[in-house]
């Protein structure tokens, strides 16, 4: 059984930074995709960033520059390092792994971005 645990997160001002991670629990293969999706009130959820297994990363356009992603396969990790937070970033985001075809998901972690 596949399990995604999630931490971090939190209310931080706009210009702050704050780190999101997920812990993958269970027998995975080592390809796959891991990544983050958020879902702020009212709206539907969308990706924010992914990585591969090779590495290659992909983000929205809104938090590209900003937003980094990073996987240890050794741990089965990812991780969101988010900097220069917006207020329309408040959300809350969800941890993703597509693995054989499956895609499993996160608790979700709420991140909110106020003065």
């Known amino acids: 059984q596949v399990q995604l645990v999630e931490s971090g997160g939190g209310l931080m001002q706009p210009g702050g930074s704050l780190r999101l991670s997920c812990e993958i629990r269970?027998?995975?293969?080592?390809?796959?995709?891991m990544g983050w999706y958020r879902q702020a009130p009212g709206k539907q959820r969308e990706l924010v960033a992914t990585?591969?297994?090779?590495?290659?990363?992909n983000y929205a356009d809104s938090v590209k520059g900003r937003f980094t992603i990073s996987r240890d396969n050794t741990k089965n990790t990812v991780n969101l390092e988010m900097r220069s937070l917006k207020p329309e970033d408040t959300a809350i985001y969800f941890c993703y792994l597509l693995h054989l075809g499956f895609a499993y998901w996160g608790q979700g972690s709420q991140v909110t971005v106020s003065s």
């Open positions: 269970g027998n995975i293969f080592s390809s796959n995709t």
């Open positions: 990585v591969g297994s090779s590495g290659r990363t």
